[in-house]
Structure formats: C-alpha cells, structure tokens
Nanobody, 122 residues
Framework: QLQLVESGGGLVQPGGSLRLSCAASGFTLDDYAIGWFRQVPGKEREGVSCISGSDNDTYYTDSVEGRFTMSRDNAKNTAYLQMNSLKPEDTAVYYC???????????????WGKGTQVTVSL
C-alpha cells in the first residue's frame, strides 16, 4: 500500500519542541518532494515546509522560518519536521504529502497522510 504516515504530534507548552515524522511505505521517498502542511478548523490549509527530492532544497513559510527545520533520511524512507520555539498559533493538524515538483509548497498531489495533532498550550 502506497502511503505516508505522520507521527510525533502532541501537547507541548509554548517555547517547547516537537519532532514530526513522515514515514513512507510502498514507494521510495527520494523520488518525490515532500511537504508538511497544517490546517486549523475553519481556515485554509497552509504549506509549512517542503523539501525537494533531488538536492534537499528547503522552503519554509515566513511564520516558521528560523524555528522549524525539515529534513529527510532516505535510508529510513522518512522525512522529519523539527519544530522549536513553538507558539500557540502553531496549533493545528499537521499533514505530509508528496509531489513530483518541489515548488510551490502547497496542494501537493500524492499520498496525503491522516495527520497528527499538534497543540501548543499552557
């Protein structure tokens, strides 16, 4: 079965950190660009960070630049999103997905996971 599965979400206090994982099965991760997206009820889905499949170029939306780091480990067929200095406005369901094209970092085409909830609160 071709799929991406997200994990690593949870409840964290403001200023804390989480690392999200996006594990691929049934296909080779490095054939694709991978993106992390987030959505809050009632709002549009937002592209948070994307990484290219070829040379690991990365993109970050302005609100997470300098706080989040995206990486991939092709040997483990997994991509990661390290989130530091978390803020309440980072609270959302985080999804990963794949695409043949790195940019734009939105509306990726393939293998959308079911998401993992990140809640930043006291």
């Amino acid at each position: 079965q071709l799929q991406l599965v997200e994990s690593g979400g949870g409840l964290v206090q403001p200023g804390g950190s989480l690392r999200l994982s996006c594990a691929a099965s049934g296909f080779t991760l490095d054939d694709y660009a991978i993106g992390w997206f987030r959505q809050v009820p009632g709002k549009e889905r937002e592209g948070v960070s994307c990484i290219s499949g070829s040379d690991n170029d990365t993109y970050y939306t302005d609100s997470v630049e300098g706080r989040f780091t995206m990486s991939r480990d092709n040997a483990k067929n997994t991509a990661y999103l390290q989130m530091n200095s978390l803020k309440p406005e980072d609270t959302a369901v985080y999804y990963c997905a794949a695409d043949l094209f790195f940019l734009p970092c939105r509306d990726y085409t393939y293998f959308w996971g079911k998401g993992t909830q990140v809640t930043v609160s006291l």
